[in-house]
Nanobody, 123 residues
Framework: QVQLVESGGGLVQAGGSLRLSCVVS????????TGWFRQAPGKEREFVAA??????YYGESVQGRFTISGDNAETTVSLHMSSLKPEDTAVYYCAAQTGSVRTPTNQRKYHYWGQGTQVTVSS
């Protein structure tokens, strides 16, 4: 069983920065992917970023502004968000995907999800 717990959400002004953290408790898997997704009110959940054995992936809307990183075992995965915009306001979810074949950007491939943390960017 894999459990994920997010923290670090909050209220920030436009142009500011915020760091989210995801603690992943897991049994030993040979490799896995940890991703961040977000869902704004009235919108579908969208891919934000993912890290897969050191390789990183980003959604178009956050490319160049957000950075995902993990410790060596990727048991703690952070999302550093800078140059925040009001349209970044959403509930942010951490998720994990395991198996020998993984698709970091496809939310349907993620098996485990955290409870979410609210990020609000004021204009």
């Amino acid at each position: 069983q894999v459990q994920l717990v997010e923290s670090g959400g909050g209220l920030v002004q436009a142009g500011g920065s915020l760091r989210l953290s995801c603690v992943v408790s897991r049994r030993t898997f040979s490799s896995s992917t940890t991703g961040w997704f977000r869902q704004a009110p009235g919108k579908e959940r969208e891919f934000v970023a993912a890290i897969d054995d050191g390789s990183t992936y980003y959604g178009e809307s956050v490319q160049g502004r957000f950075t995902i990183s993990g410790d060596n075992a990727e048991t703690t995965v952070s999302l550093h968000m800078s140059s925040l915009k009001p349209e970044d306001t959403a509930v942010y979810y951490c998720a994990a995907q395991t198996g020998s074949v993984r698709t970091p950007t496809n939310q349907r491939k993620y098996h485990y999800w955290g409870q979410g943390t609210q990020v609000t960017v004021s204009s």
